[in-house]
Structure formats: structure tokens, C-alpha cells
């Protein structure tokens, strides 16, 4: 069987009074206005959670690379950078090096990428923002 293993990352700015904690069950933002799949909670910690998605779900298409795609995302240069964004990468896939989803990550990665980033807020906003790093693996 093929999964999807989300780790949900949710950031939170200066104005709210500490990050998201998923046990007191909120619904992320995004699924207000996206659709919001369903998923078995395996773990979760102080400002994330470890989901399991199934891969059915799930759907993807070669990257678009339209100018306007482009020019669109120079747009908001500088609002989360590439530098960032892969310090964020480096960090999950360091702390997931120690932990128990290892050995599955390992077992089913063969060509398929490291990550796959599943989701983003608007740049409006501000606070309760919820970042999805999906690392598929078998079980």
C-alpha cells in the first residue's frame, strides 16, 4: 500500500498568542476554501502533526512554465525565499533521519523525490498558516 506521510507545519506570526496545536482538533484554514482531504493522525507534537494520507488522494501535474507563472511568483520575490525555504527542506529531512519513519522512507523512496510541498496560505495571510511537506513511503 502506498501513503502519503504529511508533516503539517504551521507558523505562526507575532499577533497570535502561540502556534496551532493540533490536539484541540482546528481546522486548518486552507479548508475553508480548498478541499480538505481525510487522513488518520499517526503523531502529533507542540505545533505540528504526522498524518497519513492515502495516495488515491492525491493527484499531480508537470510544473507549469508559463511567464505568467513566473512573473506572478516575482511578484511576491522576497516574501518566502529560496533560501529559506530550503533551510526548511534540509531541517525536516535531518529530523526525520532520527526518527522511526526512516526505515519506511527509505524502503519505498526509489525515483520518487525526497519532499513534495502539498500546500501554501495566501501571502495575506498572517497568522494560523499552515505549510504541508508530504514524504511518500510505502507501509
Not at 505545533?47 to 494520507?53: D, K, S
Not at 527509505?106 to 525526497?114: H, I, L, M, Q, T
Request: proline share 7%.
Amino acid at each position: 500500500m502506498s501513503f502519503f506521510l504529511g508533516l503539517v507545519v504551521v507558523v505562526s506570526c507575532s499577533q497570535a498568542l502561540a502556534p496551532w496545536n493540533p490536539s484541540m482538533r482546528m481546522r486548518p484554514g486552507t479548508c475553508d476554501h480548498y478541499e480538505c482531504p481525510t487522513y488518520k493522525l499517526v503523531q502529533a507534537g507542540y505545533g505540528y502533526e504526522i498524518r497519513m494520507y492515502n495516495s488515491a488522494v492525491w493527484m499531480s501535474t508537470d510544473p507549469i512554465t508559463a511567464p505568467s507563472m513566473t512573473q506572478g511568483t516575482k511578484t511576491v520575490q522576497g516574501y518566502v525565499t529560496d533560501d529559506l525555504a530550503i533551510k526548511e527542506a534540509i531541517a525536516l529531512m535531518d529530523s526525520l533521519k532520527s526518527t522511526e519513519w526512516k526505515s519506511h522512507i527509505e524502503k519505498s523512496k526509489g525515483e520518487r523525490p525526497d519532499y513534495l510541498v502539498g500546500d501554501y496560505n495566501p501571502p495575506f495571510q498572517t497568522t494560523a498558516r499552515v505549510n504541508e511537506i508530504l514524504v511518500p513511503f510505502d507501509m
